[in-house]
């Protein structure tokens, strides 16, 4: 995918995610092996590591269902793979991201501050619907992705499958990939009869300020031919440029229903039976946006929204009850976008806050106010190498690891 004209100026952190047999590791081991194809041997400069519970069947080693492997040294916590970082470490894979303790996030963050460029794959959703783990962190703490699908088995369905089922059968417990039709779980709402007959899915437009998510909203609008089964709706808080209107930076503009809260969106769609596909903006202001998402998600409505995995702080938005990036758990595609960093011009994945204080133009400091709607005048895109936050309290890692050049 092309992502920005100039190439990263510094490390990253991709996430291969998705629901079991979806062939998450056999990314990973294609990776590797096209990675090492060229080397007579394998230096220190890859760590391969999986957790002990990712696929317990093979000890040592990545496995995928296609039966292909590939050797990972097996460490169950994020303290034990941090043990194992060198100065020659560069590319760190991790195989069952999914199941690691909340550290992992911490430590993702230290080796791609020192430089470094982290590979994960890892399960999105337990079999109940809700984020595995740190998925929904790890997801907004991300740079790139690959969602990847199953196929579904049940009833020789052979949708895409995007969920893990959990069945007993034989008094074993199995896991089975399913489609969002197909997909079972305790609470679920029903579909609505018009809606049967749709695939549901979830695109998530993410990235920093002034990245384009708006501008591609648009293009999603345009290229729909029936514009009457499309709703779009827009937080009304966020009122810089128009109201009934998603207006881009650019100043090109959409139709959208002003709202201030999700009963908004769920009163409009009772009365507008004829709507089978949902925009949002800037969903990461909206309060309850999870749970809406998720329930008109299997109500079978294809969604698309566009939103900031990140405050200025870097930190998911919302953080630490961020539903943007519970949201990112439960997409079936994530498109990710880059700005343009103000000072160097490299691919910007951050959204750096500016104050005036005492006739000074200053980065924000960390404990300042989260949401603080603004355009130019008050927020810069930036690379991760540009952005300064001051105040950021230290992780877990932070100096645990020397800085090193790609």
């Known amino acids: 995918m092309i992502d920005h004209l100039r190439n990263f100026n510094q490390a990253r952190f991709d996430i291969i995610s998705g629901p079991v047999k979806s062939g998450k590791s056999n990314k990973l081991i294609t990776l590797i092996r096209t990675f090492i194809m060229d080397k007579k041997k394998l230096n220190n400069d890859l760590l391969v590591v999986k957790h002990p519970e990712d696929d317990k069947n093979s000890r040592g080693r990545i496995s995928s269902f296609k039966k292909t492997s590939i050797d990972a040294i097996e460490y169950k916590s994020a303290d034990e793979i941090a043990n194992e970082i060198t100065d020659e470490t560069k590319f760190v894979v991790i195989s069952g991201i999914h199941l690691y303790d909340k550290n992992i996030v911490s430590l993702c963050d230290s080796l791609r501050e020192s430089g470094r460029i982290i590979i994960a794959g890892g399960i999105n959703l337990k079999s109940d619907g809700t984020p595995y783990g740190s998925m929904d962190q790890l997801l907004a703490k991300a740079d790139n992705y690959e969602i990847m699908s199953a196929i579904c088995n049940y009833k020789n369905c052979n949708k895409n499958a995007y969920r893990t089922q959990r069945i007993i059968k034989n008094n ?56 009457d089964g499309i709703a779009i709706f827009k937080w009304m808080g966020d009122s810089r440029y128009s109201t009934n209107k998603v207006v881009s930076h650019d100043k090109d503009d959409i139709p959208s229903i002003d709202i ?43 969604i698309i929204l566009t939103g900031l995995k990140r405050d200025f702080r870097g930190e998911p938005f919302g953080y ?59 927020y810069k895109a930036v690379c991760r190498l540009h952005h300064e936050i001051k105040g950021a309290p230290p992780n877990r890692y932070s100096g645990r690891f020397n800085k090193i050049k790609i």
């Not at 089975?176 to 709402?189: A, I, M, Q, T």
């Not at 809260?261 to 089978?276: A, G, M, P, W």
């Not at 691919?347 to 806050?353: D, F, L, N």
């Open 172 to 227: 074993k417990e199995i896991f089975e990939p399913r489609c969002l039709v197909d997909y079972e779980f305790e609470g679920r709402p029903d579909y609505k009869p018009h809606l049967i007959d749709q695939e549901p899915s979830l695109e998530t437009i993410v990235g920093p300020m002034f990245s384009g998510k708006t501008d591609l909203l648009h293009t999603r609008y345009y290229q729909i031919t029936n514009k």
């Open 260 to 302: 201030t809260n999700t009963d908004d969106i769920r009163n409009y769609l009772e009365k507008n039976k004829q709507i089978n596909l949902i925009m949002i903006d800037e969903v990461q202001f909206i309060k309850g946006s999870y749970e809406l998402v998720k329930e008109l998600l299997y109500k079978g409505y294809k």
């Open 320 to 378: 630490p009850n961020s539903e943007i990036s519970k949201i990112l758990t439960l997409a079936t595609e994530i498109t990710n976008m880059y700005a343009s960093c103000y000072r160097c011009e490299h691919p910007a994945t951050e959204s750096q806050r500016l104050i005036r204080k005492n006739g000074i133009i200053q980065p924000a400091s960390f404990d300042d106010k989260i949401v603080v709607v603004g355009g130019k005048d008050l």
